[in-house]
Each structure stands twice: as C-alpha cells, then as structure tokens.
C-alpha cells in the first residue's frame, strides 16, 4: 500500500495538501488505486471527488478537470 494518506484535496482549492500539486496528484492516485478493489470502485470514487470538485469550483469548463479527477482512471490496469 502506498502510504498517500497525507495527500488529501485541500478544498475547496482542490490542491494536495502535502506536495501543493493539483489533487489528485500522483502520490494520491497511486493511494486511490491501492485502496479500492475494483477499477469500477475506482471510478465511482473519483466521479464522487469529481462532484465535490464541480460544488466547490462551481460551474465552468469541466473537459480538464473531468480528465483530472476520471479520465486517468481509463488507463489503470487491473
């Protein structure tokens, strides 16, 4: 297990909160997918980071941040 305990969004800025890179950065993803079973568990959890990002930031473009908190999953093997 990745100990990325301490990589959590600051919200409602949605940065990490140990490194300042945007959240999820990639210690946090590396967490993300050591604890979740399931790519498909994996996905439901960062649209839900992604529908906490889209209340905070309120409504605008959402093509980056979509990639930034979903898209990476598509490419995680399991």
Do not use: K
């Not at 992604?50 to 990476?72: C, H, K, S």
Request: with cysteine.
């Amino acid at each position: 297990m990745v100990d990325g305990e301490q990589h959590r969004p600051n919200r409602p800025f949605w940065d990490c909160t140990a490194c300042g890179e945007q959240w999820p950065c990639s210690t946090a993803r590396e967490y993300l997918v050591a604890d979740t079973d399931t790519r498909t568990g994996l996905t439901l959890a960062c649209w839900d980071y992604f529908d906490r990002y889209v209340n905070d930031m309120g409504p605008g473009p959402l093509g980056e941040a979509f990639q930034r908190f979903i898209g990476w999953t598509r490419s995680v093997c399991r």
